[in-house]
């Protein structure tokens, strides 16, 4: 597991600041959950953490080393990224899919192996999607292709999984079963979400971004307090204490009086 860290990194697009001196550590094993209002900056890092975009200023480290001084090969086989958008007319099978996420690990042009199809089919399984291989991709909905996105990211065996609302087009019994299994598994994550109370329940530590800087970060019991919630996401909310520094958010629509009803939902 690798430890990843972003020291003072700033990104411009035509003279807009879209991010400025951010920071942020995530350690070996952990799950990092970025937050913030729409236009933050969330996606925006994570295209640095990933390098697919380059900052303007400061440094992306992967173990102590620049990123950009790693070989690319070697990245690709510790790096996995899930963007939020996947390509919908892809015209390939869903087994096909995650055998992309074992071209890093096999020699130029060689097939698949017996390994590797054994991990595809390991990796089918553990995302409940066992019995999917020959299933067309453009037969998928939106929900389909996010899990499957997933596991082609994880059937990579990376030391380090990025993530941009991961959460997005999945129902409610997926997006827990996903966290679940990120929390678990043997990789350091760093995931953009929307649901404050899902980052609260199973982050490690929060990064909340306003306007493109950190506002605060920390432990979900440190970051997600009521006080911040209502400064930087507008809206009132009641923070329920849970073991081990996690917490559980209900939130409630900014025109609802005091009897309002209040929602586990954080989306903005």
């Not at 990104?11 to 807009?16: A, E, F, I």
């Not at 952990?30 to 900056?41: A, C, I, Q, R």
């Not at 070697?74 to 087994?95: C, L």
């Not at 971004?209 to 997600?224: F, K």
């Amino acid at each position: 597991m690798v430890r990843v860290e972003a020291r003072g990194v700033d990104r411009r697009v035509r003279d807009v600041a879209l991010l400025r001196a951010v920071a942020l550590d995530a350690p070996p094993g952990s799950t990092v959950g970025l937050l913030g209002p729409n236009g933050s900056g969330k996606s925006t890092l994570l295209r640095v953490l990933a390098g697919l975009d380059r900052p303007d200023a400061g440094r992306v480290l992967l173990d102590g080393v620049d990123r950009a001084e790693r070989p690319r090969r070697e990245i690709a086989r510790r790096v996995a990224v899930v963007t939020q958008h996947t390509p919908a007319d892809a015209d390939m099978t869903v087994g096909e899919v995650l055998r992309l996420g074992r071209i890093p690990h096999r020699a130029l042009l060689a097939p698949a192996g017996a390994d590797d199809e054994r991990r595809v089919a390991d990796a089918l399984d553990g995302a409940g999607l066992s019995g999917w291989e020959r299933r067309r991709w453009t037969s998928l909905s939106g929900g389909e292709r996010q899990r499957v996105a997933i596991a082609r990211a994880l059937v990579q065996e990376p030391e380090v999984l990025l993530l941009d609302e991961p959460t997005n087009h999945l129902d409610i019994r997926h997006r827990f079963a996903l966290l679940a299994d990120l929390a678990r598994a043997p990789v350091t994550v760093v995931a953009a979400l929307h649901d404050l109370d899902l980052a609260g329940q199973y982050c490690d530590r929060i990064v909340l971004l306003a306007g493109g800087r950190v506002e605060a970060a920390g432990t979900p019991a440190d970051v997600l307090t009521a006080e911040t919630i209502a400064r930087v996401f507008g809206v009132a909310a009641e923070v329920i204490a849970a073991p081990a520094g996690r917490v559980r958010i209900l939130l409630r629509a900014p025109d609802q009086g005091d009897s309002g009803f209040w929602s586990i939902r954080g989306d903005q």
